[in-house]
């Protein structure tokens, strides 16, 4: 008689359990993605100063017309907890202090790619579209471009383009916000 091994999911609210009660220590670099643990890789110097360069132009841009969350995490569904580099949320005036953040919150989610480029692109792009998040931007560092994704449906997203150094780009729920490419991403 075969025996037939299967997997089992872990929720959000298991995920958050384990980390209160020690099985995941606080410095190590995990996200919940579709019910599976994540190790992420190590965060090099590149990616750090992505990072920074973002942060910097995203919060003064946006300030008093969106929330940047910078490295947080949030539930996207019953079986996920991503912690995306930026999250651009609807306003709220106690910061979400009284509410958990939802998709339905989220404007734009961001991810600064050097190692995990596959993975934004393939695991992370379809659970962000699944859970509706309408638009996805992935700052492409190998390349030095950026990647916008809009329209999310089932099996990803409906429309993805490419804007590179000398382009603009803005959110689609903040279109009166533009940005320079060369600025997100820096020198080439």
Not at 40 to 52: E, F
Not at 86 to 96: G, N
Not at 134 to 163: A, Q, S
Request: aromatic residues 8%; negative net charge; proline residues 6%.
């Amino acid at each position: 008689m075969a025996i037939d091994y299967r997997t089992r999911k872990i929720s959000v609210d298991e995920y958050i359990k384990m980390a209160d009660v020690g099985i995941l220590e606080a410095d190590e670099r995990v996200e919940l993605l579709d019910g599976e643990i994540v190790l992420m890789p190590p965060i090099g110097q590149p990616h750090n100063s992505g990072v920074l360069r973002m942060s910097d132009i995203l919060m003064a841009a946006l300030r008093g017309k969106a929330l940047v969350l910078v490295q947080g995490s949030f539930r996207l569904s019953k079986f996920s907890a991503p912690q995306p580099d930026f999250a651009v949320l609807e306003p709220s005036a106690d910061y979400y202090r009284s509410e958990e953040i939802e998709p339905r919150n989220v404007l734009a989610l961001i991810e600064v790619a050097q190692t995990s480029l596959a993975y934004d692109r393939g695991k992370k792009l379809h659970a962000y579209a699944r859970a509706g998040v309408r638009e996805y931007w992935i700052f492409n560092l190998p390349e030095h471009c950026l990647e916008v994704y809009r329209h999310p449906n089932d099996l990803g997203y409906k429309d993805r383009t490419v804007r590179r150094l000398g382009d603009t780009m803005s959110f689609a729920a903040l279109p009166d916000v533009e940005f320079a490419v060369e600025d997100l991403l820096g020198p080439a």
